[in-house]
């Protein structure tokens, strides 16, 4: 059991160390992968940045995932299409509950990065993190977001997931490094004793510790 995500995020990052010095950029998924993420970052002396995934979620059952949408310069979604086909989700409810969530992506982008440019990640080594994974919908679609950026290599770097899920994702990746791997898999904050939900708030303070002075950015988005 992880103490919490900074020590998940310390442990990920002896588990990388062999890649510092590399020109890295580390990318979260937040709410969650952020403190993780931060912790990467600052052992590989890396940059930070956000990767805004959200989950296409089940109506009335939320938690469970129809897919998964990432902003990029075109938007990307991942469908689970088991789940759309036993939940009876039509076509039309599905696309709405993504625009929705690409709405909300919106939203964050800007209550997070205030303007800042997104960091060009073409031609260097992407570490893509997130605090565990479960059905791996939402990483996945924050996996093909990536690649279409050009990394020279593409890292998927988790604490926790299922096997099977991992072994699903392999392909989506140059390198794939979990922590623990557990068959009987329930839910990602089972494995740490503090699994506080992360604020917004927190999240600006941790981006703020890790300035875009100093590295490529790409054109900034226009809101």
Do not use: W
């Amino acid at each position: 059991m992880f103490r919490n995500r900074e020590d998940a995020g310390q442990r990920l990052a002896a588990a990388l160390a062999h890649h510092r010095g590399r020109p890295t950029v580390v990318l979260a998924l937040p709410r969650g992968g952020v403190p993780v993420a931060a912790e990467v970052a600052r052992v590989l002396d890396a940059a930070l940045d956000l990767i805004l995934v959200r989950k296409i979620g089940v109506p009335l059952e939320p938690d469970l995932a129809l897919g998964a949408v990432v902003d990029g310069c075109a938007s990307i979604t991942v469908r689970n299409e088991d789940v759309i086909a036993e939940s009876g989700v039509s076509e039309a409810e599905f696309a709405a509950i993504r625009d929705r969530e690409l709405g909300e992506i919106r939203h964050r982008r800007k209550k997070y990065l205030r303007g800042r440019g997104d960091i060009d990640v073409a031609g260097r080594f992407a570490i893509v993190i997130d605090d565990g994974i479960a059905t791996g919908a939402t990483i996945r679609a924050a996996l093909r977001e990536t690649r279409k950026r050009n990394p020279q290599t593409l890292v998927l770097a988790v604490p926790v997931a299922p096997p099977a899920t991992i072994a699903s994702l392999r392909g989506e990746a140059d390198e794939v490094v979990c922590l623990e791997e557990h068959e009987l898999f329930a839910a990602v904050g089972l494995y740490y004793a503090d699994f506080q939900q992360i604020s917004d708030a927190q999240v600006i303070e941790i981006l703020g510790r890790f300035p875009v002075h100093g590295t490529q950015t790409a054109r900034r988005r226009a809101e």
